[in-house]
């Protein structure tokens, strides 16, 4: 355990606040002041923020996985959405001992095993029949699906006070009253800000197409990878997006973007909203004082930021998240350096007291926190392939021969992003990418083929081979 000023006792209990596909820039602290989310810019103004937090993948159920266990997707055996956790693998309350009350309310997404079977006492669920689904049928809304569950699309049309997040909301509340005497773990995990971007507060901003002013157009030039060029296609294929736009998820004009901004930050107010209540609920409980409060996203949305939608892709927007930690009697300041979800769980285990075990390849971000002097690291990201893209993306295409579109729609990425603001992404059968986030933030410029960065690229190729030896990583990638 690292020694930290926090008195004399650590603090007993820890909340999470896990929205689904929330990017970073969506935040004050991040630049954003024209999104309305008072409770998290509030949260953030008592926190310690990190700049640029990474996660582990930009997608929704590995990098679950590690915020659970502190383990990367390779290793944890959830490579991608689909695949299950390996059971072997402690999650938070399990690598605590047991010695907390765990709740988890709200979305799961990692398959085989509930949170009751990972060490979470209570569980609260919003995934197809549940106890969400449940409580609209009390109020007596009809399930559309035959199963007896309700669609995305339906849920996101409901009323405020039916609403997940209002419903997250109450029960969250309902367990910090229930165990304010006891030690506790809550995570309530939201569903919005993901598609269909629908909610109450779809008016809520009013934006212009001035707001769209630094999004990062499509690349003109085909040196990017095969696999996004084939995503920008079936996203903007007529039918499909023609049904999107209508269920509010994706766009094609600049008004269209615009639109679809307006809503998604509307999800963000809808999150801020149940997130005060819960805050509030801490505060009337006499627990602020002893509660360890952090806010992060399980990946990003490019919002039409290169041409493309959702995540899966190492592009800063689906890759960067918003990372907040309010620790009692901590520090409020920013943390500039890059760091990665993988430090989350040691990070969280050491605030609480716990020596994070050393079989976790992540380490406590806590000396960093207390301003301790620590060397900027590389943070390492990777991608594994998504069997639901071979349905989506494989059909007649004029990009590519039907062999080169199946072994792209199969790569696996491992990308490392150094300290000197150097980004490169190797891969098995797509093209690698290379991009100074210094000079070229928007990453528009792939310079890995133009043949000048020779030193950057075996330096940087290096320390990915490196890293896959010291995590067991066995993906055979491009040679520099």
Known sequence: ???????????????IFLPDQQRADTLKCYGNSKVHAPNLNKLADDS????RAYVTQPVCSPSRASLMTGQWPHQSGCTNNGFPLDPKFLTLPQLLGGEHKAGYIGKWHLREQNPKQRGFEEWVSVEGVSDYSEFLVKKGLRPNHKNGAFSAQTISELPLELSQADFLQRRACDFIQRNQKAPFILVVSFVEPHSP?????????????????????APDSEAVPLRYRLLREWQNDKAHVEKAVRQSRFGLTRADYVNLRRKYYGLITLVDRSIGSILSCLEHAGLMDQTVIAHTSDHGDLLGDHGLFGKGVMYEQAVAVPFLIRIPGGPQKLVTQRVSHIDFVPTVLDLLGKAPPAKLPGRSLVPIVFGENSDARNVFIEWNPYKKQEKRLKKETCLAPPREVSRAIRESTRTVIAPDGWKLSLREDDLCELYNLHDDSSEQRNVYYNGQFADVINRCTADIRRWQQETGDTVQLQSA
Do not use: C, I, W
Not at 1 to 15: E, F, I
């Open 1 to 15: 355990m690292t020694a930290h000023p926090q008195g004399p006792k650590p603090p007993r209990n820890l909340v």
């Open 197 to 217: 971007y629908n909610g109450p507060f779809n008016d809520e901003h009013h934006l212009t197409e001035s707001d769209l002013a630094g999004m990062a157009p």
């Open 48 to 51: 310690v923020v990190f700049q």
